[in-house]
């Protein structure tokens, strides 16, 4: 998020020395509340990834283990707050960036529906996916903020024009016969045996405070796994399709001559200026993804592959609309495992990208999503429950999640020494 006080780096040697000239409106909204930015955190370069080993500067470590991630890309605000260095941090959320850390760290992370809140002075990695969202240490707190950066701006013209709620005041206000579905695409055999157990518990919670079961089908998110163990979803193809062609085409104003690291090297023509200078500050995975999206978007594979890409994300949509039609929210993992070690998937980028799977799905299809601590695995982990609305429903996601927090005292967790 940009900001004209300290660097904006995206955790990127190519902005290391980036100072912006203007403020984030999500930022600005804030500071215009009261509230007092401390600083900013780490993550992951450009927001790619899903444990913040991919920053150009330092790995972030987890505070419930230090010897595990905080989760991805927003890994140093989760960390930050979940380690009480802040009352609360934002993120930015393009395939579950915000959420995913917050289910590793013990905390509340909240997707707004895409719009919602302004993008303007976020960078932009994919931008028909990316949203600006808090994280904070429960419900009510969660509700505050999100209430704040919420509302349309004339700056960006994707944001909504739709009227914001008072989402702090309502949050306490029950929801009479709560119809939680649970869709069946994400209870298969790849939901852990330690996280389904957490996630069982919470459902049998909401059972006890009156809410009614439904069961549901999302069959294009649905999980398939092979005799191998591996993991696979048309939505993960399907977003790394897209998500990667935008990150390419927007990345592409990172060239070394307007701003930025430029080579020292003297070169011969422009085209090899633009070439070494991402070459020595770009990291390895943000390198990946800008030749995979190029690749997506060249001749003779656009159809084949980003066109077919966009149909899915259509199917995916419908298939939450059909499913809303049934129930009032969706509830899931957040994350298929607890927080793993550092540099334990750093060798697979695949093992890697389906850290998401559960999250995915509603960035392709702009739907808010919340993670909320459901409770703690044998090693003392803790284990996120996602919470999932239709398109402008934040105010039923609080309401449900603070059912659940008052239900079960599980709130405000903090990590051993915090």
């Known amino acids: ?38 600083g900013k955190t780490n993550m992951d370069e450009f927001a790619m990834g899903s444990s913040t080993e991919n920053s150009g500067f330092k790995t972030t470590r987890n505070p419930w283990d230090t010897s595990r991630v905080p989760g991805g890309s927003s890994g140093g605000s989760a960390a930050a707050v979940s380690g009480r260095l802040c ?39 994919g931008s028909s996916l990316d949203q600006i969202g808090p994280l904070a240490r429960d419900v009510t707190d969660a509700a505050l903020l999100t209430g704040v950066i919420s509302g349309p701006d004339p700056r960006d013209s994707t944001s909504l024009p739709a009227a914001v709620p008072n989402y702090l005041d309502n949050c306490d206000t029950p929801i009479e016969k709560l119809r939680i579905g649970l869709p069946k695409e994400f209870f298969s055999e790849a ?38 163990g591996n993991l696979s979803s048309f939505a993960v193809a399907a977003y790394y399709i897209v998500c990667t062609a935008e990150c390419s085409s927007n990345l592409g104003r990172f060239d070394g001559v307007h701003y930025g690291h430029r080579t020292s090297r003297k070169l011969d023509n422009i085209v090899e200026l633009y070439s070494r ?67 334990q998937k750093t060798d697979n980028p695949l093992e890697m990208y389906l850290s998401d799977i559960y999250t ?53 967790l903090v990590p051993p020494g915090a």
Do not use: W
């Open 360 to 412: 995915i799905s509603l960035n392709l299809a702009g739907l808010p999503g919340l993670s909320i601590p459901a409770g703690l695995s044998s090693e003392k982990l803790p284990i996120g429950m996602q919470l999932i609305g239709p398109v402008l429903s934040e105010d039923r996601l609080f309401r449900a999640a603070r059912m659940f927090e008052k239900t079960t005292g599980t709130t405000r």
């Open 191 to 228: 939901l852990g045996g330690e996280v389904r157990k957490v996630i069982e518990k919470a459902i049998e919670a909401y059972k006890s405070a009156g809410a009614e079961m439904v069961d549901v089908s999302l069959p294009h998110s649905r999980i398939d796994v092979d005799e191998q």
């Open 1 to 38: 998020l940009c900001t004209p006080y300290g660097h904006t780096t995206c955790a990127s040697k190519y902005l290391k020395d980036f100072r912006a000239p203007y403020v984030a409106t999500a930022v600005q909204k804030l500071e215009d509340a009261g509230a007092v930015v401390l």
């Open 277 to 343: 200078s991402r070459a020595e500050s770009f990291g390895e995975e943000v390198k990946r993804r800008i030749m995979l999206g190029t690749y997506a978007l060249s001749a003779g594979y656009y159809e084949a592959y980003y066109n077919k890409a966009l149909k899915v994300r259509r199917l995916i949509k419908n298939d939450f609309d059909a499913a809303f039609k049934k129930c009032d929210v969706l509830l899931c993992p957040t994350s298929p495992t607890t927080a793993f070690r550092i540099g």
């Open 87 to 125: 009352a609360a941090a934002l993120g930015s959320d393009t395939g579950g960036s915000i959420r995913q850390p917050a289910a590793f760290c013990g905390v509340v992370g909240v997707k707004p529906t895409y719009g919602r809140v302004s993008r303007y002075g976020l960078v932009a990695f």
